[in-house]
């Protein structure tokens, strides 16, 4: 890799990542002439993996391992210590066994959708009266509301905004040094003590958990001792269930945005055509920029596109390129839906959330309700009626996660006909 030496290329360039956000890596290619990077200098230098197929190389385990690459400033805000995305091996399999047997069930994720499908119901009927709404802040609340009472979570109606607000600070400052970031770690104090307290109180048998329940489901699952996981941790993975839900708020603002710049998707969305609703959710997480990249450590010398990553490195996978890549999506800044219809994505190209196989890898185990959820979230903004006041909707790349600047804001919203009841995605 002694080309890339002598260009400057370094990826331990942090002021550059915070200036440059999702611009970062792909600036690096450019810059580097190719798609494998390294830093100069002492230590284990990192690697960075790009073009074509790399998750191929990065999810399998024999090559590279999640354990130690995420930074704690990472696991103090979006993940929490000690959660399922920092394991390997038999104890992320076991814990994953978990996630997926409450993520993946169709079931379930229709019920999801369903407990959230009344929360904008709710939301929808209250807007009538108010000059401006605000998409993304109503449907983090949306999303807040209908998910804790799906995980069987109590939540009075007066505290749903404080807790969508924490929950959307952990999202929101996990990539960032400044107040957002410190926002993002009392949230997560405040949350994490509120959940812990609330399991505690569970297994002591002050309120009956509901079978089957997502708090029942956390609350008993086993640690490697085969004692229950302790209130703490236990708490951290259920707001690993909660909070990934809520950060489809994220998705839903550029729903939004989507359907203001490209009007047309609208008439075939009101349809109620789920495989094109589907197909639209992809194409919206394709396009819009959420994770930049992910991170691992090389268990092995790996070789990728001629450049040797050592032992120990820190290893990088560009989901931003990659979900931009012309070898991969033709036109990659063209919002075209019609590029999902009729197959599967392939798990290692489209890769919003992570890539590979989400039974047996680090990939997302709640796509499934990202997908039903944004498809919904798609076809009820198509069958309101709703105005687009001067705003500013510019998506700044130099934000993670980026956002339209407004939020995306509404007014003199209706209903075309129908309720939000008509989609089973």
């Known amino acids: 890799m002694g080309d890339d030496r002598d260009r400057g290329v370094r990826l331990d360039d942090t002021v550059g990542l915070m200036t440059a956000g999702y611009a970062w890596l792909p600036g690096l290619w450019r810059r580097g002439g190719g798609r494998a990077l390294h830093t100069p200098g002492g230590g284990q230098p990192p690697g960075a993996l790009g073009g074509p197929h790399p998750g191929r190389l990065f999810y399998d385990e024999r090559h590279v391992r999640r354990h130690t690459a995420i930074p704690e400033p990472v696991q103090g805000t979006l993940f929490g210590h000690g959660a399922i995305h920092t394991l390997d091996g038999a104890e992320h399999r076991e814990r994953k066994a978990m996630f997926l047997s409450l993520l993946k069930d169709p079931y379930r994720v229709a019920d999801l959708v369903e407990q959230v499908a009344g929360a904008w119901d709710e939301a929808v009927g209250s807007w009538s009266g108010q000059r401006r709404v605000v998409l993304?802040?109503?449907?983090?609340?949306?999303?807040?509301?209908?998910?804790?009472?799906?995980?069987?979570?109590?939540?009075?109606?007066?505290?749903t905004a404080a807790v969508a607000r924490d929950l959307v600070a952990l999202v929101g400052g996990f990539a960032t040094l400044g107040p957002r970031h410190w926002r993002a770690r009392r949230a997560r104090g405040r949350l994490e003590d509120r959940f812990a307290t609330l399991i505690g109180q569970a297994r002591a048998g002050a309120f009956p958990m509901p079978p089957g329940s997502v708090l029942e489901a956390v609350s008993r699952h086993p640690g490697p001792d085969g004692e229950p996981l302790k209130p703490r941790l236990a708490a951290v993975e259920l707001l690993n269930i909660?909070?990934?839900?809520?950060?489809?708020?994220?998705?839903?603002?550029?729903?939004g945005h989507a359907l203001h710049r490209w009007p047309q998707h609208r008439d075939r969305l009101r349809t109620e055509d789920i495989g094109y609703a589907v197909a639209f959710a992809h194409e919206v997480r394709r396009f819009y920029p959420f994770a930049p990249f992910l991170g691992g450590r090389a268990v092995t010398d790996l070789t990728w596109q001629g450049h040797t990553i050592r032992t120990g490195s820190l290893v990088l996978l560009d989901i931003f390129g990659q979900n931009h890549d012309p070898l991969l999506w033709p036109d990659p800044y063209r919002f075209e839906p019609q590029r999902h219809l009729g197959h599967d994505p392939d798990p290692y190209e489209l890769i919003p959330q992570g890539g590979a196989d989400a039974a047996t890898g680090h990939r997302c185990p709640g796509e499934d309700i990202t997908i039903a959820l944004l498809a919904a979230f798609a076809t009820w903004l198509s069958k309101l009626d709703y105005d687009v006041p001067a705003q500013d909707l510019t998506i700044s790349l130099r934000r993670i996660p980026a956002l339209p600047r407004s939020r995306f804001q509404m007014s003199d919203v209706s209903r075309v006909k129908g309720g939000a009841h008509m989609l089973r995605a």
């Open 136 to 159: 993304f802040d109503e449907a983090s609340q949306v999303l807040t509301r209908g998910v804790c009472d799906w995980a069987g979570v109590p939540l009075d109606r007066a505290e």
């Open 242 to 255: 909660i909070r990934p839900t809520v950060a489809v708020a994220w998705f839903v603002a550029f729903t």
